[in-house]
């Protein structure tokens, strides 16, 4: 979860030890399931039992406040006339402009969206590094100097293969596939050794690699982010937990402009 973010419900899964994938996680602090198409069907049902026996309009009355409690705290602190993130699918953004080089403007065949380039860029990072981390051995290691050994411990919990290398430097012998190549490695290894548990050093990454706001782009640059980010697992927040974009549906807007008082008279419609 996002931080300050909770889960209205807890699924306790029994699953035999052979149906979980132990070794996709550097530092396990993920399990994966094997043959993960049952699941949603399973998981479906025994929400649908769980709810269907508060049969009683007290309890269930109650059951809807407490839905209604938990997506309230949760809230995106977004104006009323806003309608919060449903599950429509992010798709079919068209982006129009770039407002104070900070947003980018975007057409929907619902509305109109603004996305925040900066976090927008972060969360495609994130899901890239987050998936793509497994180590690769490097042909010239990289060089570090001045390590302390909580930074030399954290390296090597993260999964790299890193070790002494003469007078207080250490060489790294192995990288995520993205740091390959890149003029900012050390920068980069130097915040990974600092970051606290392997989630937090991937943000820290996805957050100095992020195109930063106030920078300008041109409209195939924006569309090219918007694209990548629909794209996103979780485009909804960032890695910190903060929303990417606001939406204006156009039923807000046409409520807005009184639209509906209008129709049949000459206002334009
Ligand atoms: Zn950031």
Redesign the pocket.
């Known amino acids: 979860m996002p931080r300050d973010r909770f889960p209205i419900a807890v699924v306790h899964l029994h699953v035999p030890p052979d149906q979980v994938d132990w070794n996709r996680h550097p530092a396990k602090a993920e399990l994966y399931l094997q043959s993960l198409e049952i699941w949603p069907d399973r998981i479906s049902a025994a929400i649908e039992q769980a709810l269907s026996t508060i049969e009683d309009p007290g309890e269930s009355s109650r059951t809807q406040q407490i839905l209604r409690v938990a997506e309230a705290s949760a809230g995106y602190g977004l104006d009323r006339t806003i309608t919060p993130a449903e599950e429509t699918p992010l798709l079919e953004l068209r982006a129009l402009a770039q407002v104070h080089d900070m947003y980018i403007m975007a057409e929907h065949p619902s509305g109109m969206w603004l996305v925040e380039q ?2 927008a860029h ?1 969360r495609v990072l994130y899901e890239q590094i987050r998936d793509r981390w497994n180590p690769v051995p490097v042909e010239l290691p990289v060089l570090l100097e001045g390590l302390k050994p909580v930074q030399v411990e954290q390296l090597k919990r993260v999964g790299l293969a890193i070790e002494p290398f003469g007078e207080n430097l250490w060489a790294v012998r192995s990288l995520p596939e993205l740091f390959l190549g890149r003029s900012d490695g050390v920068a980069g290894l130097i915040e990974l050794s600092l970051a606290g548990d392997l989630q937090g050093a991937q943000v820290a990454v996805a ?1 100095r690699s ?1 195109i930063r706001n106030g920078v300008k782009l041109s409209l195939p640059q924006m569309q090219d982010l918007l694209d990548a980010w629909q794209g996103t697992k979780n485009p909804r927040t960032c890695p910190h937990g903060r929303p990417i974009f606001l939406r204006l549906e156009e039923s807000s807007l046409s409520k807005y402009f009184r639209r509906s008082w209008v129709v049949g008279k000459s206002h334009g419609i």
């Open positions: 900066h976090i972060e957050c992020a």
